[in-house]
Structures are given as structure tokens and as C-alpha cells.
């Protein structure tokens, strides 16, 4: 039997955890790729002691479920033909699993810049039109996370590119699978499990996390599981002395009305956000209009933003729902699905009663109609009564907030146990990895180059693939604009993290984005720019494109000369330039809101560096390129120990390659 069968992590399953009939986990469904190779992996469940057969095309292999029910076959797919073919498995039953097909398959994880969908991202339209390749393949998984590694419930589809699913794909992953296929003609799928606002902590196993991390890692990730699993205790905790100091303060609302007022007298709100004064019950309402085209599954959806207190939602006068104090604190979403006979196109009117025993209130953000995003906007307000007003020592003495509850996809080893150890050890060429925006917390940034290095070499030991390819990308240029040149922000220090990993690990490389940026919005449209710069690292890398030019410049030396500082620059090709830049910087190009670019040093060639002197105090600088060098330096400062380049978080820079490759932040020290 296969030594791996008894090794192999629990929750290979499909579904459930009685064995019986012979399973396959839900990657291996219709429409999957299998990596094309001399040892390609097929594994599932079956009874213990069940002899399992496996076929392909002409390879074939048998193995025997282990005492767990596991059993694992290893396919000679290496002289595939790559066309469709039928994966038949058989025991005490048989499952076929149609239009299989052998190539490239790639793990697109991450979170939600990775997760990004393509009807969301630039020229969306015209690329789904035409989409149609049967070479372009990917598997959603279903989105779950776990504190326990035996879990087994593992969902999600295998989707081909068409004009009708590739709105479905995630963005970057497939303009990357669309030039690899586009240069290689060869077959690519790509499995993703990418999860918005997710830590890269999430995506470790407990044993990575503790033991093969450093002390500081491991701390901070017993921390994490610690505040997720003792959080609802301290929320009965709060929420029990919460409705005592209420009560003490003669807060507390009997629940009894269920309209406004009929003397009440409204006012217009022009948002519902924020700056709402509470000490009291209020009432909100708006008038809406209900189009067919606004239901999902035959039902409508409201979302009632992310409410601060206990809020009952009514519509056209009747009750729907009820958001109560625990799910307030907690920080839950208020939805409420309404089937579609009681809420018929037309015009209705939806009204929110409110509990505002504080003395601030807010609906926080995210309020939907079913399709409609704008239902923050054009309220009415009344307020049903008033609560006396605080005494200093009644406000002292207020329960202190516990804070949100932990999101599943930011707690340590959630996302691993749920979603990535059922398709362990799926066989695959790589990693391309869109994550850092949840670790970019001074806190934890500073230890982002130690969790890759031990999340690489997890992937590498599960996946049985010692020189699996992982490809990271950089955060683009986000936030406000600074023109402070001491102002770093926190996401250079994580991008110079990510840089750490590349060059320090084997196979690793990174992609740098900072151009593709957008001030206001965190989730850049622009990721045609993202996935075909991850696709030419792995064409000069993986497929034996040598033309390929993919590496980031980089400065490799520092060096003092007089009041200047000489950077000399390697991975130039055929050199440095400086592009210039637009008269305007993008806030949301999906909004088309544009603000006028204001340059820190007008005079320079170069735009985006900084000096200082011993005393630590940064300028902007002046900067010019001198062959594979460039010059920088500043009146202001007569001896230079320090030079930075597009440190900030939204930096205005413009030096690149002249191949079209931006060149990183950094940071580094004069000699």
C-alpha cells in the first residue's frame, strides 16, 4: 500500500464521514485538469481494507484503502495526449468523472484581490464576449473555514471559460491562464480558493504555524486562535452586564411599538452612515422600487449595513426581521431575504426601528436593495423617544467594548483545515499567491517574509512537489495621497517583505503592481497588467521562454559621492527610463473619479525618492538615471546616510525598466 495513504491529513471526502461507497474529493469532478506528469496524484475514501482501481486514458493504478478509508494512486501522465478523456474510479462502486483533460494546473489563492471576479475588473465586457477556450479551466472552491483539520465537507465546481462562465473566473488567474495558454498551448487550470480580507496565518496548518515558524509567529498565531475561540464566551459576558448597565440607566427598550409615531416629525437624511445622534428609539424609512431583474433565486435581498444596536426591519409596514445587541457587537451583517411573493416589483417603503441606547449611532456601510448599492442615501428620520441623559459615572461605568468577533478567514489555520486539506495532495505546477493587504499591520508586516517562507515550504511537503513554483504579488499604490516624505505608511515595509521571499527562496518570485494602483479603492480594476506579469515570470521560468523579460529592477549598491548618492541597479535589460506621468492619479476607476497629481519634486527626472541626513529628517529628492545608475540627491541634505524610493503606501513614482517593469519600493542605507 502506499506509504502516503497513511499519512494523508484527514477530510479527503466529498462528503460526510461514513466511507462505504468509493469518494472523490470535489476537485477531482467534471471539467477538472490534471497536472500533466510522471506522478500525478488520485485520492479519496473508500472502507478500509477496499481494493480501489483508477484509469486515465492508458495509465491506470489500484491501491488499497488504508485502516482511516484513505487510499491514494499515483498516474503516469507524462505522454498525455491532452485531450478529453473519461477518470473512471472503481470499488464496491464505480464514479466517472467526464471531460478531464491533462495540462498546467496552478493554486490562485490569496484573498480578495485574488478572489476579484472578472465581471468586475477592466474591459470586462469585451474579454468575456470572447473568452470561449476549453483550455481555460478553474475549480471554485466553496468557501468554509475550520479550528479542526478532520473536518470533511468540501464543495465547489470545476468552471470552463466561455462567454457565458468566465465572469465566475478570478481575474488575475485568468488573464494569467490566458497568456500562458495563448504562448504555450497548453491546457491550464486553475484551483481557487481565494478568500476575501483572508491572513496569510489562515492559510497555514497549526504545525507550520507552531512549529515550524518563529517564536514570534507562533505567538502571535496563539493569540489569534485564542481571541476567536474564547469570543463568545466574552460576548454573553459583555452582552449580559451591557443590558444590566441599560437597565441601571433606564435604557432599556420595551420593544413594544411597531410603527413610528403618527405625530412624528421626520426629517431627510442625506446618508445613513454615520453622525446620527442616538440616546434613544429611532426610526428610519425610504421608498424603494422593486425591479425583476433585482431577485436571486426568486428571492429579494436587503442588507441592512453593519448596524451598531439592536435595529427590527419592516416592510410596507410588516415586520421581516430582527437584528438583536449580540449580532450589533459581533459585527454582523444585517441581511434579510424576502421571497419574491412578498415583495412583488413596484414601489414599497422600508423602515428600520433602532434601539440607540449610546449616545452615537451608526448603520456602518454595505446597504443594498437587492441589486441596487445605493440605498444609503435619501432617508427620512424620526425619533420615537428619548433616554435621560448620561451621568459622567453612568458613562464610566459602561461595559468597554469586547470589539468584532474574529473573521474565520483572518483566524490561524481556518482556511488550511476547511478548504486546502480536502485537495491535498492534488498535484500541481504552482502558486500564484495575491495577499498582504490583512498583514500589513505594523505588527504583523514586519513578520510577512517568515510566514511565506514556512507557507511555501507547507505547500511544497503536502503537495509533494519540492520545487513547486510560488509567485506572490506586490500591494499596488493605495490610500491617500501624502506629500510628507517621512510619511511611510505601512504597506512598503510589506511589499519589501514580499521582495524578501523572492529572493530568498528557491522557485519564488514576485511581481511588482505599485502602477496599477488606485487611491480610493483597494481593489485595483486593472488586473489584466496582474496576471500577465505573473504569466511572463512563469513563461521565462516554468515553460522555457527566454525572451521573456520579468524581473523587477532592483538597486544593489549605495554609494556616497559628495552630497549625491550613486544607486547602481541590476535586472535593467535594456535600462532604466522615466515614464511620464499623467496630470491626474485614479481614486476609483470604476467610478472614473480622477484627482489631480501633484509631483513632490517638480524639477526631477525621476519622481519618488527621498533622502536624509544623519540627523534622520527625510526630503524629497532630485533624480536623474546615469546608464544602469541613478543619481539622487537634495540641498537640503549635505551627507546622505539613507535613500528611499516610492515609500509610502500611494507613492507618485515613475522609474521602470524599459521593458515596462516598475521598479519596487525600497529602503536602504548609504555607505
Not at 176 to 189: C, I, S
Not at 252 to 272: E, H, L, Q, V
Not at 421 to 443: D, H, K, L
Request: hydrophobic share 40%.
Amino acid at each position: 500500500m502506499n506509504k502516503y495513504c497513511k499519512l494523508l491529513l484527514p477530510a479527503l471526502a466529498a462528503g460526510g464521514t461514513l466511507l462505504a461507497d468509493v469518494k472523490l474529493p470535489a476537485v477531482f469532478s467534471d471539467h477538472a485538469v490534471l497536472q500533466k506528469s510522471a506522478k500525478t496524484a488520485v485520492f479519496g475514501t473508500a472502507d478500509p481494507g477496499e481494493k480501489v482501481s483508477v484509469t486515465y486514458g492508458n495509465a491506470s493504478a489500484s491501491a488499497v484503502a488504508g485502516k482511516d478509508g484513505k487510499w491514494l494512486v499515483d498516474l503516469d501522465l507524462s505522454k498525455d495526449d491532452g485531450k478529453s478523456k473519461i477518470l473512471s474510479v472503481s470499488g464496491k462502486n464505480k464514479l466517472t468523472v467526464k471531460d478531464v483533460i491533462t495540462g498546467e494546473v496552478w493554486l490562485a489563492a490569496g484573498q480578495s484581490n485574488m478572489e476579484f471576479r472578472m465581471q468586475k475588473s477592466l474591459n470586462a465586457k469585451e474579454e468575456i464576449k470572447n473568452s470561449e477556450n476549453s483550455r481555460i479551466r478553474t475549480f471554485k472552491a466553496a468557501r468554509h473555514g475550520s479550528l479542526d483539520p478532520a473536518v470533511t465537507n468540501h464543495n465547489g465546481s470545476w468552471i470552463v471559460a466561455s462567454p457565458r462562465r468566465t465572469f465566475m473566473f478570478s481575474a488575475v488567474g485568468y488573464h494569467f491562464a490566458k497568456k500562458v495558454n495563448a504562448e504555450t498551448g497548453l491546457t491550464v487550470g486553475l484551483i481557487d480558493p481565494a478568500w476575501g480580507s483572508s491572513s496569510i496565518e489562515a492559510w497555514m496548518s497549526s504545525e507550520t504555524l507552531m512549529k515550524k515558524s518563529t517564536p514570534e509567529v507562533a505567538a502571535s498565531a496563539k493569540r489569534d486562535i485564542e481571541r476567536y475561540t474564547s469570543y463568545d464566551a466574552k460576548l454573553a459576558e459583555y452582552v449580559a452586564a451591557y443590558n444590566k448597565w441599560a437597565a441601571d440607566c433606564g435604557r432599556i427598550d420595551d420593544g413594544k411599538s411597531t410603527a413610528p409615531p403618527a405625530d412624528a416629525k421626520w426629517s431627510k437624511r442625506k446618508n445613513i452612515f454615520g453622525g446620527i445622534s442616538g440616546n434613544g428609539v429611532l426610526w428610519f424609512r425610504k421608498k424603494i422600487t422593486v425591479n425583476k431583474s433585482d431577485y436571486t433565486q426568486k428571492k429579494f435581498v436587503f442588507t441592512i449595513g453593519c448596524p451598531g444596536a439592536p435595529v427590527d426591519f419592516y416592510l410596507d409596514g410588516k415586520k421581516m426581521a430582527s437584528f438583536p445587541l449580540e449580532a450589533a457587537v459581533e459585527g454582523k451583517f444585517f441581511r434579510v431575504p424576502v421571497s419574491a411573493s412578498e415583495v412583488a416589483p413596484g414601489e414599497h417603503e422600508m423602515t428600520l426601528r433602532v434601539n440607540a441606547a449610546c449616545v452615537r449611532f451608526s448603520f456602518g456601510r454595505n446597504f443594498y436593495a437587492g441589486r441596487n448599492q445605493n440605498n444609503h442615501t435619501n432617508w427620512e428620520m424620526c425619533r420615537e423617544k428619548n433616554y435621560p441623559k448620561l451621568t459622567k459615572s453612568q458613562i464610566k461605568s459602561m461595559p468597554a467594548s469586547i470589539g468584532k468577533k474574529p473573521l474565520v478567514q483572518k483566524t490561524p489555520t481556518m482556511i488550511w483545515n476547511a478548504m486546502m486539506i480536502p485537495m491535498v495532495p492534488y498535484t500541481m505546477r504552482g502558486v500564484i499567491w495575491y495577499q498582504g493587504e490583512s498583514n500589513s499591520r505594523a505588527e504583523y508586516s514586519k513578520l510577512y517574509s517568515e510566514h511565506q517562507r514556512a507557507f511555501v515550504e507547507q505547500l511544497r511537503n503536502e503537495f509533494r512537489n519540492p520545487d513547486l513554483y510560488y509567485y506572490t504579488v506586490q500591494l499596488a499604490a493605495y490610500k491617500k495621497k501624502s506629500s510628507d516624505p517621512a510619511d511611510a505608511g505601512t504597506w512598503p515595509e510589506l511589499r519589501r517583505q514580499q521582495e524578501i521571499t523572492s529572493l530568498t527562496v528557491k522557485n519564488a518570485c514576485h511581481v511588482q503592481i505599485i502602477d496599477v494602483g488606485e487611491a480610493g479603492d483597494i481593489h485595483p480594476i486593472d488586473k489584466t497588467t496582474v496576471g500577465q506579469r505573473l504569466a511572463n515570470v512563469a513563461l521565462a521560468n516554468v515553460y522555457g521562454k527566454k525572451d521573456v523579460q520579468w524581473k523587477n529592477p532592483r538597486p544593489v549598491k549605495a554609494v556616497r559621492q559628495g552630497a549625491a548618492v550613486r544607486l547602481t541597479f541590476v535586472d535593467i535589460y535594456a535600462g532604466l527610463e522615466a515614464r511620464k506621468l499623467d496630470d491626474f492619479h485614479w481614486v476609483n476607476r470604476t467610478k472614473n473619479i480622477k484627482a489631480k497629481l501633484v509631483l513632490n519634486s517638480p524639477g526631477s527626472e525621476v519622481e519618488g525618492f527621498a533622502i536624509c541626513g544623519k540627523d534622520g529628517k527625510w526630503v524629497w529628492a532630485n533624480a536623474k538615471i546615469e546608464g544602469a545608475d541613478v543619481i539622487v540627491s537634495s540641498p537640503a541634505v549635505k551627507e546622505p546616510v539613507a535613500v528611499r524610493y516610492a515609500w509610502q503606501d500611494n507613492p507618485t513614482c515613475n522609474l521602470f525598466s524599459k521593458s515596462g517593469i516598475p521598479v519596487s519600493s525600497f529602503n536602504v542605507s548609504v555607505k
